[in-house]
């Protein structure tokens, strides 16, 4: 088989629903075609490989705010009345992001062999996510493609906001931190050694906090290459622990159990599930394909998992309202505004303004955050250094005493 030939895989396959789909998906090998379309909740039926154009493949995932870019741009297009291939194509020429690019120019490669959009996008999961497929899928089925586009853009828009305002609560006190590191290994490095040997030439008595810091300094002088490899090995096999099914299982759980973390992962997780189930709603998809795409988008195993038994009990004939109320994991708040929309037949409404609501409160909380956080660092850092410039001028102070 030709290099080519295993860059494409014609598949057939089936969602849970059982609604059946074809298309071309991008892959070297079957069991990557296959995991690709996993991804996409689709079970394979059959997959064939076919020679493909020979283009760029598409490595890694595109930048949330280059695929919200695009994706506000690809709808004012489409609203004008502009072909999907000329708008795709004009695009794929303007984004600076690669693997964006690359997806759009195979995009446009298969609308122009006959493909609809959404079998277009479906094929590049790392670039399109399910919930942007469907709501392509549904915009397109209920002839409403640039309100689908327009709505998406606003979903991925308030979900990189968010993303962006928990990751920047956490840039602070990893800076302070890593500033302390650096602080503590340059003072155990260079100038410890020196009041060690002062201390040795004038056979001072040394206090025991004085001790542990020289035998720190000594240490960390003689054997930094191997703390730095442990370090490193650390980081790996955590690293390790947490991307295997059973360690995710365990941070989901204690990130929703911790002190302080555990309300903030909460309020996070459900924003972004019900954004989501929103926007899906807007765009006409079905609530059985909206559970099944937003489940995953709330970032945590255990609300995905409840998430799903709820699409399960719709399936047995139960509101949605009734699943979120029994999990204890999920505010009261989200189960109240579901029964409210349900009745009212507007639960689209309903999920915006929960999802408003606990965007806010993830704000307030950071916020809150925030301003202990930094007192608290300030004084940690302050205690550490402080106790060190103790212990090395105390045997000083002696010294001085004694002499005078």
């Known amino acids: 088989m030709s290099n080519q030939a295993e860059h494409g895989w014609r598949f057939a396959a089936r969602d849970p629903e059982g609604k059946r789909f074809t298309g071309i998906v991008d892959a070297a090998s079957e069991g990557e075609a296959r995991r690709i379309l996993t991804e996409q909740m689709l079970s394979p039926v059959s997959l064939e490989p076919v020679a493909v154009e ?151 008595d040394l ?9 720190a300094s000594q240490m960390t002088r003689r054997y930094w290459p191997i703390m730095l490899v442990a370090a490193a090995s650390v980081a790996l096999l955590v690293r390790q622990v947490v991307r295997s099914e059973a360690g995710r299982r365990w941070v989901d759980y204690l990130a929703l159990r911790l002190p302080l973390i555990g309300g903030l992962t909460r309020k996070a997780a459900v924003a972004r599930l019900t954004r989501a189930m929103a926007s899906m709603l807007h765009s006409g998809v079905m ?15 255990e609300v995905e998992a409840v998430m799903m038994g709820a699409r399960d009990s719709i399936h047995a004939g139960s509101d949605l309202a009734t699943p979120l109320a ?9 189960a109240q505004m579901v029964k409210v929309g349900e009745e009212s037949g507007r639960l689209e409404e309903m999920l915006d303004k929960v999802a408003d609501f606990f965007e806010m409160e993830v704000k307030a909380a950071i916020d ?27 045997p000083v102070f002696d010294l001085m005493t004694s002499l005078g």
């Open 54 to 204: 020979e283009m760029p493949r598409v490595r890694g995932s595109a930048d949330p705010h280059a695929l919200a870019v695009f994706t506000r741009q690809f709808a004012t297009l489409v609203d004008a009345a502009l072909p999907l291939l000329t708008a795709v194509e004009m695009l794929a020429g303007l984004t600076t992001d690669r693997p964006l690019r690359g997806a759009l120019r195979r995009v446009a490669k298969d609308i122009n062999g006959g493909a609809s959009l959404s079998d277009a996008l479906r094929a590049h999961p790392q670039v399109f996510p399910p919930i942007y497929v469907h709501m392509v899928e549904a915009g397109e089925v209920g002839g409403t493609l640039p309100q689908s586009l327009e709505r998406i853009s606003a979903y991925l828009e308030a979900s990189q906001a968010l993303r962006e305002r928990i990751l920047g609560a956490m840039v602070y006190p990893a800076v302070v931190l890593s500033v302390a590191v650096l602080a503590v290994g340059a003072i155990l490095t260079f100038v410890v050694p020196v009041f060690g040997e002062l201390f040795k030439s004038e056979r001072i």
């Open 207 to 215: 206090p025991f906090s004085t001790s542990i810091l020289l035998t």
């Open 287 to 301: 609530l059985s394909d909206v559970l099944l795409a937003s489940s995953r988008i709330a970032g945590n195993g």
């Open 326 to 334: 029994k999990a204890e994991i999920l505010p009261p708040l989200l």
């Open 368 to 394: 809150g955050a925030m301003k202990a956080l930094e007192p608290a660092l300030i004084v940690i850092l302050g205690l550490v250094l402080g106790g060190i410039i103790a212990a090395m001028y105390t």
